[in-house]
């Protein structure tokens, strides 16, 4: 048999591996496997944020800021009063860029759990693929619907799992 056939085909013959999908591929089978992968990519979201001492310790940094200004208040160094305690502000400026990166990376999941969740692609489209040009093209400028992969193929099966012609490893930037 000669391989890459339909998904329908391989389920019809009901062939070793005809219920596989590409781990990343079945977030478009169906609603049951977007919403698990929004809310899948939301946790990750949230994760990244609440491990930032930015998100994760704000709080106690409100209370840092708090003692500054009254520290400032009461005439600070000119009064001869010690600086307040500030760990957590100190933990954040030390790595204040990988804050903002993960913070970042927090925002970049977020939106894509967005873009997932009203059923759009979150893959770049591969323009080599027959028929997929066109597609790869618009989505320089604009989200991609699942409807519109579709349109142009359906999943297909390599002998092994099945997969979305067209579609790229990789996932669309955040810009």
Known sequence: ???????????????????VYKAT??????????DHG???LNLESLKAFSDTVTVGQRHQLALERSADKVWLESGGWDAGLDLPPAHSTWAML?????EYLKIASAFEIHLKARLLSTD???HVIDGISSG?????????ERPILKAEVFSL???????????????????????
């Open 1 to 19: 048999m000669l391989y890459p056939i339909t998904s329908k085909e391989a389920r019809l013959q009901l062939l070793p591996g005809h219920d």
């Open 25 to 34: 591929h079945s977030l478009y089978i169906d609603a049951y496997q977007r």
């Open 38 to 40: 929004v809310v899948s």
């Open 94 to 98: 030390e790595y204040l860029n990988f």
């Open 120 to 122: 759009h692609v979150l």
């Open 132 to 140: 997929h040009k066109i597609l790869a093209n618009e989505q320089r």
């Open 153 to 175: 193929s359906e999943f297909h099966f390599d002998g092994a799992k099945n997969y979305l012609p067209g579609l790229k490893p990789e996932s669309i930037k955040f810009s």
